[in-house]
């Protein structure tokens, strides 16, 4: 396993293996950060706690959360695409629209 370092930007650009997501139907691969956007939406309807996304987010914001947040990427016919540790990654952009900074969050990698 090889880590590489993440930037928030970068991992907000990054498309995942989602297309629909909390209800939200499309066609096209959906951004970590899109899907950021979905679940700020969706989650003032529903509570969501089935996502784990507030939670890791409270923990990455509060230095609970004790390791790196990596992300796993996958080649779909030539798409590299998220495809583990989604909910980490929203949990991380909350965490940063919030207004944490990202010395203060745990570092970020992608697993090349």
Known sequence: ???K???AKELAETPTLFASFMGHMDTSYKTLGQLREIYRERSKLD????L?????AADMASD???ADVVMRIGVFDGTVLVIDGIHRGIAYL???????SADR???LHVDC
């Not at 509570?47 to 089935?50: E, G, L, M, T, Y």
């Not at 784990?52 to 890791?56: A, E, K, P, T």
């Open 64 to 66: 609970r959360w004790r």
């Open 105 to 107: 969050l745990p570092a």
């Open 94 to 100: 909350a965490c940063i629209a919030e207004g944490v």
């Open 1 to 3: 396993m090889a880590l």
């Open 47 to 50: 509570q969501a706690d089935d």
């Open 5 to 7: 370092p993440l930037s």
């Open 52 to 56: 784990r996304v507030d939670r890791f």
